[in-house]
Each structure stands twice: as C-alpha cells, then as structure tokens.
Antibody, heavy 123, light 113 residues
Framework: QVQLVQSGAEVRKPGASVRVSCQAS????????LHWVRQAPGQGLEWMGW????????YYSPKFQGRVSMSRETSISTGHMELKNLRSDDTAIYYC????????????????WGQGTLVTVSS | DIVMTQSPDALAVSLGERATINCKSS????????????LAWYQQKPGQPPKLLFY???TRESGVPDRFSGSGSGTDFTLTISSLQPEDVAVYYC?????????FGPGTKVHIK
C-alpha cells in the first residue's frame, strides 16, 4: 500500500538546523509531488511547500522562504525537508504528504500523509 | 493568499445526530475551465496525521463512510456527518488547492454531547 514513513523525533537548540526525511513506498516517488505541512502543539495545519521529485523543482511558502530547503534522493525514494535558523515557535510536528496531480497537470489534494516528525526547539 | 475560515470552532453532537461544518474561502476556488472546486476535507484524530475525506469538494475518498458528505461551490462549502458515530470524534479541516500557497481552515473540533 502507499505509505510515507518519516524519520524520528529531533531536539535542536535555537539557531540550529534540522532535516526531516520521508521515505515513500508503494508508489514511484517521481510520479507525484511531495508536500510538507507542519502543526504546532494544539494548533492547526500550516503548509510549507512542495518539491517535484522528478525535476527537483520546489515552491516554498513565502513565510518559510529563505529558511527552508526541500530535496530528494530518488535512488532511495526519499524526500527531505531542512529548516534553518530554528526558533522556539518552530516546535511542531512536521508532516510530509503525497501531492496528487489532476488530469490537467495542476496541483491537487494531499494523500496519504506520513506519520509526522516532532521537532522540538529548546535551549 | 486565500484565507480559509471554518465555523463553528467546536461542535458537540449527540450520537446518531447530524453534524454540520462550514468552510468559507476568501476568494472562489472554482476553476472555470473544468468546473471543479479545488477544495479538500481532512479528518484528524488525536495523535494521528490528517486523513483525506473529500476532494473536489464533494468526491468521497475510497473507504470513507457514506454518512459523510461534502457540498458547496465557489466560496462556501459544507461537510456533513449525517449520523455521528463515536469514531467520528476528530478535528476536521478544509483546504484549498486552487492557489499556492495552499491554505487550511483553522479546524473544527467535533465531540460527543
């Protein structure tokens, strides 16, 4: 079955960077976009951006532009999200999600989602 | 950016009763060339990732019980649970994929009265 399995929880100090990985199985990574969404404790969902694993092209939400970088390693069907210059308000669960492309080639809904990776930023 | 709002913030419904969640977008998410609404609904249970319920505003994802229905067009959308079951306790989010950045509603928490 289609599945996204993410790397384990991370703890970082303010100013540091973190990289979260997301391994796809049950489908070919390069045939769908990969999105990243985060959720602060007790809060809602915040979309961060996408990567096209086939071409490597990316789009980042303006909120994260300059601090986030998304990449992929197609040989191991894995996508990565790196967030730099961490602050305490970056403490959140980070999710990857497969991005569906509609028949016109336009971006569409997210399904499925990875299990989430808790990133804690604390001094 | 398209701003998504939801109402109510929280909803207490008796088992077997109807639950209705509203979602509004700050601009239309109806794509005129294909007449599709670029809106999805997700369900998130405690400690779990979100799960897709509907896409194109009203197309039910495979495996989603038919007591769930999605409706609406343009800027106003509704998720309805016709007969609330214990396993439906969750937070429900709408999301537009009409424009980047994608945006989510703030969520509606559904619990048992």
């Amino acid at each position: 079955q289609v599945q996204l399995v993410q790397s384990g929880a991370e703890v970082r100090k303010p100013g540091a960077s973190v990289r979260v990985s997301c391994q796809a199985s049950g489908y070919t990574l390069t045939e769908y976009y990969l999105h990243w969404v985060r959720q602060a404790p007790g809060q809602g969902l915040e979309w961060m951006g996408w990567i096209n694993p086939k071409s490597g092209s990316t789009y980042y939400s303006p909120k994260f532009q300059g601090r986030v970088s998304m990449s992929r390693e197609t040989s191991i069907s894995t996508g990565h999200m790196e967030l730099k210059n961490l602050r305490s308000d970056d403490t959140a669960i980070y999710y990857c999600a497969r991005g569906i492309i509609d028949i016109r080639g336009l971006l569409a809904w997210l399904d499925p989602w990875g299990q989430g990776t808790l990133v804690t930023v604390s001094s | 950016d398209i701003v998504m709002t939801q109402s109510p913030d929280a909803l207490a419904v008796s088992l077997g009763e109807r639950a209705t969640i509203n979602c509004k977008s700050s601009q239309s998410v109806l794509y005129n060339s294909n007449k599709k609404n670029y809106l999805a609904w997700y369900q998130q249970k405690p400690g779990q990732p979100p799960k897709l319920l509907f896409y194109w505003a009203s197309t039910r994802e495979s495996g989603v019980p038919d007591r769930f229905s999605g409706s609406g067009s343009g800027t106003d959308f509704t998720l309805t649970i016709s007969s609330l079951q214990p396993e439906d306790v969750a937070v429900y989010y709408c999301q537009q994929y009409f424009n980047t950045p994608f945006t989510f509603g703030p969520g509606t928490k559904v619990h048992i009265k």
